[in-house]
Every structure is written in C-alpha cells, then in structure tokens.
T-cell receptor, first 112, second 112 residues
Framework: GENVEQHPSTLSVQEGDSAVIKCTYS??????FPWYKQELGKRPQLIID???NVGEKKDQRIAVTLNKTAKHFSLHITETQPEDSAVYFC???????????WGAGTKLIIKP | ETGVTQTPRHLVMGMTNKKSLKCEQH?????MYWYKQSAKKPLELMFV???????ENNSVPSRFSPECPNSSHLFLHLHTLQPEDSALYLC???????????FGDGTRLSIL
C-alpha cells in the first residue's frame, strides 16, 4: 500500500538553530502535503501546507519545500524557539480516495 | 479553538463494557474523520464520512461502530474492546476532501 516515511524520529537542536524534517511519499499522484504540530497532550494543528503546483512555501520562520520528481518534501524551521518543541507530522493526500496518509512523526526538542 | 469538540477526554473501560465517543464540529464542514493515534506510529484513519454517508472504512474491527446522524456530529460506539485498542482517538473535520483537517483534543482510551 501507499505510505509516507518521515525522518528523523527525534531531532534535538540548540535554540536559535534551524531544524529540518524530511518526508518521502509513494503515491506519485499526490498533490497536497500538510504539516501538523502536536504539543504534548494537545490536538494536532496545521502549521503549513503545500500543493504540487509550487515548489516552496514560507510563513515567517516556517517553510516547506517540495520535490515532486524525487517524491519528497521537507519542513524547515529557522531561529528555533522553546515553543517549537513538539511532535511534527507530515502527510500526503492519496489521489485514489482523497484521504491523508501520515508519517510516523518527529519529536523536535529545542535545547536552551 | 473550539471548532471540534470531543467527549469524554479520558475513558477507562473493561473489555466487556459498551461506551461511546462523541465528536461535534461547529465549522460547517462536510467531512468528518475518526483516527487512532498510538505512540510512535502514524495516525491510522478508521472511518470517513462525507455529508453523513460513510465513504471509507479502513478494515477496522467490528467492535468499533461509527455513527454520523448529521454533518455536525460523529460517534464511535465501542464494545468488547481489547487491550491493544488503548490509544488516543482523534476526530477531525474538513470542508471537503483534500482540504485542511481540523482536529479535536481526542479521547484517551484505556482498556483494562
């Protein structure tokens, strides 16, 4: 079946440094890729998404890049802050049924 | 944010009990979803409803029974659950398929 692989599973960075999380998807027809942030004990919240008609999208300190040829997309967080500590999930929309397939998550730890 | 509300937040039940999880969305969305979230695993899509009609059932055991009486409410009826069913159950909604999904806070279910 279709899947999304997400790496790394845990990422620890110094406050102020950048963090990059990568996902690879299998359905070449996927055209929508959201990223969600889930803080401990809270609901997943959409932080940024990208559609296949663009290669990059930026929102303040957060950016997502998409390489359709290689079937991978990445989340970039610059100038990390303590409140960025959370689990981040990527997902890809299946073309066959318009449902999301999810990565297993990355626990981001921001060290003071 | 109170767009998607789930009750109860926590539930402990024995394997022979019958209970129900409730989800309500106030966003005017047409699609609603049930997900199972287990530690260090991708979100598992269980059921999808569009305009009160079930459109997806990802091979979920019959001990889980969904109900969608209207486009704002979604239930998950539970009976004769197993210990491996212990997890966080998340409800989500979206305007249409392929649109951003908004999540509730989830119900933390523990099976004794």
């Amino acid at each position: 079946g279709e899947n999304v692989e997400q790496h790394p599973s845990t990422l620890s960075v110094q406050e102020g440094d950048s963090a990059v999380i990568k996902c690879t998807y299998s359905d070449s027809a996927s055209n929508y890729f959201p990223w969600y942030k889930q803080e401990l004990g809270k609901r997943p919240q959409l932080i940024i998404d990208i559609r296949s008609n663009v290669g990059e999208k930026k929102d303040q300190r957060i950016a997502v890049t998409l390489n359709k040829t290689a079937k991978h997309f990445s989340l970039h967080i610059t100038e990390t802050q303590p409140e960025d500590s959370a689990v981040y999930f990527c997902a890809a929309l299946l073309d066959s049924n318009y449902q999301l397939i999810w990565g297993a998550g990355t626990k981001l730890i921001i060290k003071p | 944010e109170t767009g998607v509300t789930q009750t109860p937040r926590h539930l402990v039940m024995g394997m022979t009990n019958k209970k129900s999880l409730k989800c309500e969305q106030h966003l005017g969305h047409n699609a609603m979803y049930w997900y199972k979230q287990s530690a260090k695993k991708p979100l598992e899509l269980m059921f999808v409803y569009s305009l009160e009609e079930r459109v997806e059932n990802n091979s979920v055991p019959s001990r889980f029974s969904p109900e969608c009486p209207n486009s704002s409410h979604l239930f998950l009826h539970l009976h004769t659950l197993q210990p491996e069913d212990s997890a966080l159950y998340l409800c989500a909604s979206s305007q249409e398929f392929g649109q951003p999904q908004h999540f509730g806070d989830g119900t933390r279910l523990s099976i004794l």
